[in-house]
């Protein structure tokens, strides 16, 4: 009698449990940045042909720099960056790569947080994107994730990939 009890009062558990991750399922968690996958080299080796070795933190913070770097001096000493939502082109000086916000998004994209400072000192946080060709880091996509501090958009994690989603309110934004 107590072995039937305890099936169904685990039973009734388990459906009780059910709306709850159903509502986790269709509601993801949105984030300010896309998580590091949590074992890529694991990842890497398990398929039967893995592109390229995973690349470390320090290359890809070399990488970066190296790439900010040689466009600043191609372009009078300030890095630029277009603003689409502005409608303008920041001109900035580079104050940090993050490299506790390095992440290694798939296959041979990576993702990393940059802090800049405008010549008017406004602060601006650029997204950078690289993938990986060969032995070499190429820098894809830079995008302006925040102005002053406001972000503009978070990830959101859909299936196995991460997607831009706008901030729904701010003020002065």
Not at 55 to 79: D, L, N, P, R
Not at 150 to 160: G, K, P, S, T, W
Request: glycine share 4%; proline share 5%; net charge negative.
């Amino acid at each position: 009698m107590r072995v039937r009890w305890a099936i169904v009062f685990a039973l009734a558990l388990s459906l009780a449990a059910l709306p709850g991750l159903r509502a986790q399922q269709e509601h993801p968690e949105k984030k300010e940045h896309p998580e590091k996958k949590e074992h890529p080299e694991e990842q890497a080796e398990k398929k039967e042909h893995p592109e390229s070795k995973p690349v470390s933190i320090a290359q890809v913070e070399k990488a970066i720099k190296g790439h900010i770097e040689k466009t600043a001096m191609e372009s009078g000493g300030t890095f630029p960056v277009r603003d689409q939502k502005l409608d303008k082109t920041w001109q900035l000086e580079l104050v940090k790569v993050h490299t506790d916000r390095l992440a290694h998004l798939e296959n041979d994209v990576y993702f990393a947080c940059v802090d800049f400072k405008a010549q008017d000192a406004t602060p601006v946080d650029v997204d950078f994107y690289l993938e990986q060709q060969g032995d070499k880091l190429k820098v894809t996509d830079t995008t302006v994730h925040k102005v002053n501090g406001r972000a503009r958009f978070l990830y959101q994690q859909v299936n196995d990939h991460w997607e831009r989603v706008p901030v729904k309110s701010q003020a002065g934004n």
